[in-house]
Structures are given as structure tokens and as C-alpha cells.
């Protein structure tokens, strides 16, 4: 049987491998779906890609025509300069709100010029401190609510009652309607979701062909055990994948998804990359942190790749640098 491609309703044939190019929709909550791939902000200060609000409505357009809405933000990218600059591009373009999701997060504390009253970096997970953040999000990203509001990092500090108290406050007001976590181990969901009475909606977490912790350390366990989608961030190992020079793992991965590629018909090692992290049974939503177009588009070619058991081994040994027990 040759290979099938479904791109936007057409099936093309590629040797013996089934593929699809749209991007499929994850349902995260009862009134709440989250597209298959993410694009996330972080980069998007201090990227020779963009350099007006005009570059960044074409990123955000491009993502949406190519079937990614959901956009990942925190009140911090850019030393706090992210979600404005996205927010011009927004308020350039305000019907676009409607075909998408807007993710943000909170709690940690920088320190710098835009924050002159932190003596040190710290994480805030006070009822104040996620109120205040949250009025600052939506004024700097032009919107009247935010899709899903996530704890950053884990707070030593954070008293989930309070925690729950503000995701009430937000709710009620209509300024936040769904909420999650980032970076956080499965006792700290655990913790936090025991005192909520809405379902966490994700945890987001580094993974990658780089970076396999969560694999193997309960944190994906977890998500499939409570069907829980986990969005990732850095899918490519935040360039780690191209650039290690001096990095065992990129070295003896780079050959191997380069052969995958050509076998899977994709456009680079990256789309490798990204169909290995969906093909995980925790359905996670890699965040694409790419700030070039072009790539948005090449990304959207890992969807729908039926990724071959023993070549998703193979890729998995490469990046462990032994074979498994
Ligand atoms: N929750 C958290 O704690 C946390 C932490 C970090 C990030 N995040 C989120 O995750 C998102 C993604 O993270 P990330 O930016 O590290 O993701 P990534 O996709 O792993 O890395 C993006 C970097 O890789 C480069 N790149 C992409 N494709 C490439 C290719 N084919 N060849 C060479 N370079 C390539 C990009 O450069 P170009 O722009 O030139 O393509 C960019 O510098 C962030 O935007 C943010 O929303 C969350």
C-alpha cells in the first residue's frame, strides 16, 4: 500500500508510510481545544527575524493559516517585552482573536530595569502577584481574556489554597478561563489539582530528542494516566539539535533523523523531531519556537506521521547512547 498525505483534504502517496499535513485539535477541557502544534513567544525580542509588529502579524497569520492557534506567552519573554510587542500586532489585527487560543503564565519574579522592586530573582505565586499579572497580560497582549493561564515554575513557597483562590477570582471575572501548570513533577499537580475544582488543563515541560526526562520520570505517566494533554517546550531542544557542536547526543542523532527524514518525505531533521515527540501516547503539543515562517509551515508536516515502532526506537537509542535493557 503506498503512502497516504492528506493535505488540506488531498491524499498523495509516499512509498509505504501514511501521513497527514493539518494540524490536528486537542479537546483540553470540555470548552476548550488547543490546536496539535503551538507557537510560542519566547524568542520573539532579539530575533533578526522580526523586527515590527508587522513581522510579527505574519507569524501569527502564517501559524493560523496553517492550522496553529494556539499561541504560548509568559509575562516575563523578553524581560517582559513579549506579549506587547505581540499585542501591536494584535491590535493591527483584533479579528484574529477569534480563531485563537492564548496561553500565558506567571510567578516568576525577574530581576532588571523592568522590575526595579525585586532585589532577586524569585518565584510569586501569591493571590496579589497573579491578579496583578494578569491585568498586565491582557492590557500588553490587546485582549479581554486569556484561554489558559499556567504557574510557570514550581514555588517552594505556593500555598495552593491561595492558588485556587486567585484561579476562582479569574475565573468569576471572565478574565482567565482555564488554567495549568509548567515544569511542575507530578506530586506538585497532584498538590495543586487536589484543591481546585476544575481539572489542571496541561503541565508544560521540556522534551525532546535531547531531552528525555519526562518520559521516564512520571511526568508523561501522569498526563496519559489523567488524560491530560502535556504541551512541550524547546521541541528541538531549543536548537541544540543543529547547533551542539560539541554535543554526544546531537552528534549521533543528527545522522539518524536526517535518514528518517528522507524516508518519512519530510522537510528537515526538525519535522522528525517533532513527529517523534507526537508519536508518544500522552498526545503532547510541541511549542514551536521558530521565528522564521517558513519553518511554522514545515512544522506542520510532522502531523499525522505514522511513526514506524522501531524507527521511534531507533531515534530513542541514539539519543541515550546505548540500546535498551
Ligand atoms: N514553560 C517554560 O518554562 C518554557 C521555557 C522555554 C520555552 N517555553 C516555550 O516554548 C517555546 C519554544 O521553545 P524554543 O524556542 O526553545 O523551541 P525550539 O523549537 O526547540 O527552538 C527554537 C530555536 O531553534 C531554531 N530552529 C528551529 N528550526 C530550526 C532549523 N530547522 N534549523 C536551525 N535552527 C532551527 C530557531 O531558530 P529560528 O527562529 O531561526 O528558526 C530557534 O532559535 C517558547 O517560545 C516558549 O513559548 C516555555
Redesign the pocket.
Known sequence: MGLAVYDAGNIRNFGNIAMKSQVARRKMAADLEFSQLAW????LRG?E?VSDADDVLRLIETALDHGITTF???DI?GRYQCESFFGQAMAKAPHLRRRMEIVT?CNIALLGDARPEHRIGHYNTSKAHVLQSIDNSLRNLHTDHIDALLL??PDPLMIADEVADAFATLRQSGKVRHFGV??FTPSQFDLLQSRLDQPLMTN?V?C?VVELAPIFDGTFDQMQQHRVFPMI???????RL?SGQNDDAAARLRPILENLRAKYGLP?V?EVAIAWLLHLPCQPLP??????PT?IIDATQACGIEFDRQDWFTILVAAQGHPVP
Open positions: 510560542g513567544a519566547w524568542r530575533s527575524d504560548d506567552h509568559a519573554y503564565k510557570h515554575r509548567s515544569n508544560q521540556e525532546s517546550w524547546s521541541p528541538l531542544g531549543g536548537a543543529f528537515g526538525a511549542v514551536l519556537g521558530t521565528m522564521k519553518r
